[in-house]
């Protein structure tokens, strides 16, 4: 706990005014994007659509950032992280806007599409410009504070989603679960996402080393290129991490109360618990970095998830809850240091690629094994997907472990 708070109080210290309002950005934003996971679903429900249509939409939502991921690179490369943000976080709150007007399927189809690409934006801005106002010492550090907070503020967005209907409900003398609840009480999304523009509205400067160097049209066009190969590596470990993530966690409440026979209430204490965990993790991530190294670090707190997840495998609840947790811890842990390695050696140019990339390929690997292991766990249980989990966790770690140690023609980036 000491250790905690000590790796707390020193990312907090390395705190400055453009830090503080990237890191409030991404606050206001994750509470927008939590209160509207919670509630959208309800809604859809109240408008007459099934289960089915709320897996649609969430396909359509998952899959646009996939197929917006290397627009989104461009755009974060050619008008900078800052301008990015900007526009994902108004995009995001006015596609909310319009969709909360809509009811027609194709419509809601659409929306959805730009919400989960606009908001997807916004998101993976963040990393650049928070590298651009860091140095590589504090890096790390920022980036586990940047995560941990995201989760906890998912949290806090689920609690505040949940009582959201009801009061929108006194106010407006209808039902709590009434399409006008849930209309007004998604209203809160399109505010917030309006909101999160405020903290980087002023222009944030960044670095002298996160600057774009200015060059002529001819070496300008060659150092855009990044070698396939290397693109490749970069994101192998997002990837199998990805693959790892999607073959378990869509079915982890299913786990819980299918296999020890929990309530619905000690599934969701647990998860809640995973959650925090991962925070923690992320949050003390730095302290292994300073002593054994960005990389290497990640690589082995990656592989700490690998035995963990298959304690779940225990015919008990106590070792299966602590696998669990510990899986966590490691993942959260692991997640921020690969992002600051991979700023560390990437140049300004090239961020918002490999930034959009590694987000588009995880969801990529989400995606197709969620799917796939939906159908296995129906037919074999969740053993084999615990044992495939444990297998991308470790050749997630040697991906990540073996990725190399700086940019292809870095001098001419």
Not at 5 to 16: G, L, M, P, W
Not at 83 to 88: D, L, N, S, T
Not at 132 to 145: C, D, K, M, Y
Not at 380 to 385: A, D, I, R, V
Request: hydrophobic share 55%; with cysteine; aromatic share 8%.
């Amino acid at each position: 706990m000491f250790m905690i708070r000590a790796r707390a109080h020193s990312a907090f210290v390395h705190i400055t005014p453009p830090i503080r309002r990237i890191l409030m950005h991404s606050l206001i934003l994750g509470l927008a994007m939590s209160v509207a996971d919670l509630l959208f679903n309800f809604y859809l429900v109240s408008l007459g659509y099934g289960t089915d249509v709320a897996g649609y939409l969430s396909t359509i939502y998952r899959f646009a950032g996939v197929v917006a991921g290397v627009p989104i690179g461009i755009l974060i490369n050619r008008a900078g992280p800052q301008m990015a943000i900007r526009i994902g976080a108004m995009v995001f709150a006015l596609g909310w806007l319009v969709q909360l007007m809509l009811t027609d399927l194709w419509a809601l189809a659409i929306t959805q599409a730009i919400i989960g690409a606009s908001g997807l934006m916004a998101l993976t801005a963040v990393v650049p410009l928070l590298t651009g106002v860091t140095n590589q010492e504090q890096r790390a550090s920022i980036f586990g504070l940047n995560a941990a907070a995201a989760l906890v503020i998912g949290l806090v967005g689920g609690t505040v989603g949940g009582l959201l209907p009801s009061f929108a409900a006194m106010f407006l003398t209808v039902g709590p679960q009434s399409t006008a609840a849930y209309r007004a009480a998604l209203g809160v999304v399109v505010i917030l996402g309006m909101v999160a523009m405020l903290p980087v509205l002023k222009t944030i400067t960044l670095d002298a080393d996160a600057q774009i160097r200015r060059q002529p049209a001819g070496a300008q066009q060659a150092s855009d290129r990044l070698p396939f190969w290397f693109l490749v590596r970069m994101v192998l470990p997002a990837l199998t991490l990805g693959i790892g993530a999607g073959v378990f966690l869509p079915f982890q409440n299913l786990f819980f109360r299918q296999q020890f026979q929990l309530t619905d209430a000690v599934v969701g204490t647990l998860l809640a618990c995973g959650a925090l965990t991962m925070g923690l993790g992320a949050m003390i991530g730095s302290t292994f970095a300073k002593r054994f190294g960005v990389k290497e670090a990640a690589a082995a707190l990656r592989l700490v998830a690998a035995p963990a997840i298959l304690l779940m495998l225990a015919p008990t609840l106590l070792p299966a809850a602590v696998g669990y947790l510990i899986r966590g811890w490691g993942i959260g842990a692991s997640f921020p240091l690969n992002d600051a390695y991979s700023m560390q050696i990437i140049s300004p140019r090239h961020r918002g690629t490999i930034v959009s990339l590694t987000s588009m390929v995880w969801s990529l690997g989400w995606a197709i094994t969620s799917s796939v292991a939906g159908l296995i766990e129906k037919e074999y249980g969740f053993t084999p997907l615990l044992i495939v989990a444990a297998v991308s966790y470790v050749i997630s770690a040697v991906t990540v472990y073996t990725l190399p140690n700086e940019q292809p023609n870095r001098a001419n980036a």
